[in-house]
Each structure stands twice: as structure tokens, then as C-alpha cells.
């Protein structure tokens, strides 16, 4: 079983940068991949960036080079630093496992990017 808690959303401007967590329990957390998600309301949940248990990372396209996904096996923890922000990259944000597990979403935490 895994619980996850999403935070460090916010309101930021075009071109700034946020960092998120995802602090994390469950005593798998350390052999499991683990993963960023965004959904815009009306839209499809999607998954922005993952990273397996040992450290390797793959972003989608609009992210890279914007974005980096780390994790922190003894704190059991996963950070979302995002830079460079777009107004496209307003969303709620949620961590998972990767694939995601139906039972491990949770509230999420919401950036929106705006002047």
C-alpha cells in the first residue's frame, strides 16, 4: 500500500518556476517507479515526466528540458522542479506510481500560470 501527498502548487508567472513534492509511504516505495501527472479540467490525465527506482527519467515532449523529475529513496519522496513555465503547463498535479494505481491518487496540487 501506497499513500501519496502532492504539495508546493501554486500561482506562478509565465517563465517562472515552481518545485513540487510528493512525500510518499508504503515500504515499496524504493523498487517502484514513480511518476508526475497533469490533467486540465475537461481534459485526459497525462503523464508529464516519471523516473524508475533507479533514477532513470523520460519526460513528454512539451516538458523537457523544462522539467526534472527526482526522488529521494530514504525520505520517500518525489520532486517536480519546473521551469521556464508556460500558461500551458496550468493544471493539477498529481504523483503516482508508474503505471499508475487506481487507489494512489490523490488531491493533487494545483499550478496555474499566469501574468
Known amino acids: 500500500q501506497v499513500q501519496l501527498v502532492e504539495s508546493g502548487g501554486g500561482l506562478v508567472q509565465p517563465g517562472g518556476s515552481l518545485r513540487l513534492s510528493c512525500a510518499a509511504s508504503?515500504?515499496?516505495?524504493?523498487?517502484?517507479?514513480m511518476g508526475w501527472y497533469r490533467q486540465v479540467p475537461g481534459e485526459q490525465r497525462e503523464l508529464v515526466a516519471r523516473i524508475s527506482s533507479s533514477g532513470s527519467t523520460i519526460y513528454v515532449d512539451s516538458v523537457k528540458g523544462r522539467f526534472t523529475i527526482s526522488r529521494d529513496n530514504i525520505k520517500t519522496t518525489v520532486h517536480l522542479q519546473m521551469s521556464s513555465l508556460k500558461p500551458e503547463d496550468t493544471a493539477v498535479y498529481y504523483c503516482?506510481?508508474?503505471?499508475?494505481?487506481?487507489?494512489?491518487w490523490g488531491q493533487g496540487t494545483r499550478v496555474t500560470v499566469s501574468a
Open positions: 503516482n506510481t508508474y503505471p499508475p494505481h487506481t487507489n494512489y
Open positions: 508504503g515500504s515499496i516505495f524504493s523498487i517502484i517507479a
